[in-house]
DNA sequence: CATGAGCTATATGTATACATGAGCGACTGA
DNA sequence: TCAGTCGCTCATGTATACATATAGCTCATG
């Protein structure tokens, strides 16, 4: 059961020695995010501590950490789980998501310079391929370098650490619905719609498209869930 | 120079034992939103815990929580400040919450109940009369409710929960730029204005008009800090 | 006199130890 | 057989102890 966390292997080429109390919340965000660790499921901090190779300082305040980001829950006395959702709430998630990435990109149209915009046709291009080929993860990390480079557009960087924040935390919905096909077609013919009203400089007309993208990519996930 | 914090003693009628590093939580939180902790103050455990009658292990997990909030900044090994912030990203920070309050405007027009509609012109009278008799502390609480309770109409408790967590990190400015009589009574016609437009039911209009009151404020703090 | 290398003091990062309340099971009584 | 209480166990909350990197000082050198 030990997997320590390896250092660097991964992405990390910097040789900076990494907190070890912030490896673990690295760590545990992704496993959340990716849904290995399932809402309710109970972190045990020996436990943790153990899986890193740790004791329990580090792991204690990696999980406040998470608590205050909405990941898990806290009960005082009682121990920490991960969040548990309910639909409602994750709708409420995906729609806040929805409205922010709609005010990102009405701001990202009136500002945006020149090589932005060519970055994300280029993105755009990127995704449209990957679609085709049916490369759904390629098209995943294509499709957040996508919204990540509407949100610096607005040229608010407050405002694009928000919407990176609030995106992350519906890492772990957003996959699954993804998973369709026809979806995937349709969003990539959406994020097209988008693109052409941001390059008339239309905000409104953007931002209005970005809201139903978002809110149809919800409601894939509605009709997923309820499936099974 | 200790005072530990007397629990209980201001509201929390409860007898609920709050744990030791949620108190030294929600003290740092106010401190730092009053004003008292000056952006840039160095913040030392030890320091604190001594100030706090505890031991460093809560403050240190009272510390890391505040620095997900991005009330202060931890410099790995080399201690905890209080979040310094450039005039750019104080106005980015506005920005974003003028956004974020038009949104929730918008959304609050066309969902809220008749009570709430109700619950809104109370605060806004009351507001008035506290402006009049030129209470502005009163006026500060009364205008903290009046978006609280915005927030909440959009019956989307997460979005609330959002707007709430970004409109205290803006508490410390928000103060100092009310003083001027002449822009309290502003925001009061403000405020009436976008009561006038959710009467109407046009969350457009609302909508607008909020980011503009936002805007306004932030324009007349930019105002009085250049003053200095 | 300025500049930089080296040392020391100290605050942070982590581990370990102790205190306390929650959860759970056993036992008693009906 | 079942309900209620007692007491035990263990995880969490807090304190303390130890390791280590950073900052500031001293002192030597150009």
Sequence with gaps: MVDAIEDGASEDTEGEPLLLSERIRNALTDEIAAGELLPGAALDEQQLANRFGASRTPVREALRQLAVSGLVDIRPRRGVVVARMTPERVMEMFETVAEIEALCVRLATYRMT???????LELHDEAS???EAGDVDAYDGINAAFHEALYNATHNEFLAEQAIG??????????????????LDRSIAEHGA??????????????????????NAAIALRRYLEDR
Tied chains: 1, 2.
């Design 194 to 215: 988008i693109l052409a009203a941001i390059a008339e400089g239309d905000g409104d007309t953007a931002s209005r498209r970005m809201r139903a993208h978002m809110l």
């Design 129 to 131: 391929r990957a679609a």
């Design 166 to 183: 609030l995106r992350g935390r519906l890492n772990g919905f957003r996959r699954t619905q993804l998973r369709h096909k026809d979806r």
């Design 114 to 120: 020149p090589a932005e915009r060519g970055r994300l």
